[in-house]
């Protein structure tokens, strides 16, 4: 056994048997508020600010603004079997800590040569979240550790297991601005928590391990596959039958969110997200922050005011044809210079449950359309066609994988003979394109995006020739900066959204370093613009 895993476990087992100690002798004397427990205190509120300083979005206190406690009498069963049966299965049958699970964090931290584990229960966690300082919260040590053991141990002895439930349910945070599980309903559902089910419990419930990577807003799909993990959980834990789980997955969710005062919420909501992973939630959440964003703010009324304009003229009926039925749109506006963000559109309305406005759009995975041909035509230059390359744009037969025939068609439904790459791209011709790629292989297409900044897509084995007229699904914040390449000469920018960020006294914690990349050669930009 390493000298390293001697010295760990000897002083996790003197810290367990003084904490053991000092509990049996006299707990109250070395955790008195957990008879009286603290209220937490928060500085000044955290800014999002515009890249002119004008306020975006307050991030309030909580606890003094939209968090409403509830009983556990209020909360849903299905909700509380939920919580348990994902972070703490044996709650009502431990002390307030599970040894096994504990051991097992140990062997794991041991191995690794650091803190990659904690085995926290349901209580420990409570500890974590009101009982320690936001400063000891975050920490990563074997004394935290400690703390959160003789905590629990001292909970545990103090208060019933529904008292210790009911005051994680109404503390724990779960993303969205949202502490506690009535807030966390009403910010994802616009409902109060009694009325929420099963699918939607379980939703909820897989969301405090990562609030900002499984928000439903923006990971829609990771959100989903943490929920089915909630819902095995809970088939294991004997809470539901296998059938209801299933019944559950499957259920549509109608997402939405409580209105309340903010400027481009789908911008914040990012930023609010990106500025956690900087500094941390704790950081946060004690506020006093200023965080100076890319966002022009004119620049965002203004897209604004068009996505709500372009819909209209979309829906309006016409003499010759009736209306689009089309009530959703996002746009990006980057500074194809650096990636900033300019605008940020995620959905005409964050607050309309009816079109799932609170979903950003701008970085939800959709089908692009024509809009990825420029990337085809791109990755065509570089292996030696020119624009002046001429096709023929004739009825054409590929046959799949699967050996079924595909016939492309252009969008006006006729052919146009022989055509330049350079008519071709800029009349959209579908017939060309897919023979382009064609010669070229799906792998040269999926290359280019990927060089660009496009991860959504796959492997060239999931996909076939029409990929190049959309058949992959991208975000539309990654496809505008691939677009940002072409339009910069072939600098490859990142898109960024927060500037910096000070604390209350006007120190700075972060300070964005933007990064360009050649990506394609600037000759290539050149052509496809």
């Known amino acids: 056994m390493s000298r390293r895993f001697n010295r760990w476990g000897f002083v996790l087992l003197a810290l367990l048997g003084l904490g053991v100690g000092l509990l049996l002798y006299q707990p109250a004397r070395y955790f008195p508020s957990t008879w009286r427990l603290r209220k937490d205190t928060f500085s000044s509120s955290s800014w999002i600010l ?20 509830v009983s556990l009498e209020e909360i849903p069963i299905v909700l509380q079997w939920a919580v348990i049966a994902t972070e703490d299965a044996s709650f009502y049958r431990n002390p307030g800590l599970d040894v096994l699970a ?14 990659v584990s ?4 349901i209580t420990q966690q409570l500890v974590r979240n009101v009982l320690l300082s936001p400063e000891e919260r975050t920490e990563k040590s074997l004394w935290r550790k400690a703390k959160e053991v003789l905590g629990a141990f001292a909970l545990t002895k103090s208060m019933s297991k529904e008292e210790i439930l009911e005051l994680y349910l109404n503390e724990t945070y779960f993303g969205n601005m949202a502490y506690g599980v009535d807030a966390a309903a009403r910010a994802y559902f616009a409902k109060p928590v009694s009325q929420l089910d099963l699918a939607e419990s379980a939703l909820l419930a897989g969301l405090p391990q990562s609030p900002a990577a499984y928000n439903p807003l923006t990971h829609f799909a990771k959100a989903k596959a943490r929920q089915k993990v909630v819902l095995e959980l809970m088939v294991k834990a004997g809470y539901i ?14 997402l939405a969110s409580a209105p309340f005062k903010i400027e481009a919420p789908h911008f914040c909501m990012m930023v609010r997200e990106q500025a956690a992973q900087l500094l941390g939630e704790g950081a946060l959440r004690r506020g006093g922050l200023r965080i100076y964003t ?18 209209r003229m979309l829906n309006e009926p016409r003499p010759s044809e009736p209306g689009h039925n089309v009530h959703n749109a996002a746009v990006v506006v980057l500074d194809v210079h650096n990636g900033a963000v300019r605008a940020l559109v995620g ?62 068609v252009n969008y006006d439904y006729q052919y146009h003979g022989h055509v330049s790459l350079r008519q071709a791209l800029a009349c959209s011709y579908n017939v060309v394109a897919v023979k382009l790629l064609d010669r070229l292989g799906l792998d040269a297409l999926l290359a280019m995006a990927r060089r660009l900044g496009i991860t959504t897509l796959g492997h060239s084995e999931e996909y076939g020739l029409a ?27 990142a898109p960024y959204c927060i500037e910096r960020i000070e604390d209350a006294e006007g120190r700075v914690l972060y300070q964005h370093a933007p990064v360009r990349q050649r990506a394609p050669d600037p000759r290539i930009a050149y052509l496809i613009t």
């Open 241 to 254: 039958s296998p059938e209801e789980a299933e019944m559950a997955y499957q259920e549509p969710l109608h």
């Open 294 to 311: 890319t966002l022009d703010l004119d620049l965002q009324h203004a897209a604004e005011a068009h996505v709500r304009r372009h819909l």
């Open 118 to 121: 904690g085995g926290s229960t």
């Open 50 to 69: 515009d890249r002119k300083g004008r306020l975006l979005y307050e991030i309030i206190d909580p606890h003094k603004g939209a968090h409403r406690p």
């Open 467 to 493: 990929l190049t007229l959309g058949g992959g699904e991208v975000q539309l914040l990654q496809l505008t900066a691939a677009y940002a390449a072409f339009a910069n000469s072939g600098w490859r920018v």
């Open 347 to 408: 959905s005409p309305d964050y607050f309309d449950e009816r079109i799932d406005g609170a979903v950003n759009a701008a970085l939800a995975p959709r089908q692009p359309g024509s809009a990825i041909k420029p990337l085809t035509y791109a990755a065509a230059f570089e292996r030696g066609y020119s624009p002046a390359t001429v096709f023929a744009d004739v009825r054409s037969l590929f046959l799949t994988r699967e050996g079924r025939p595909y016939v492309p």
């Open 102 to 115: 504990m051991l097992r964090a140990l062997w794991m931290n041991l191995r690794e040569g650091r803190i």
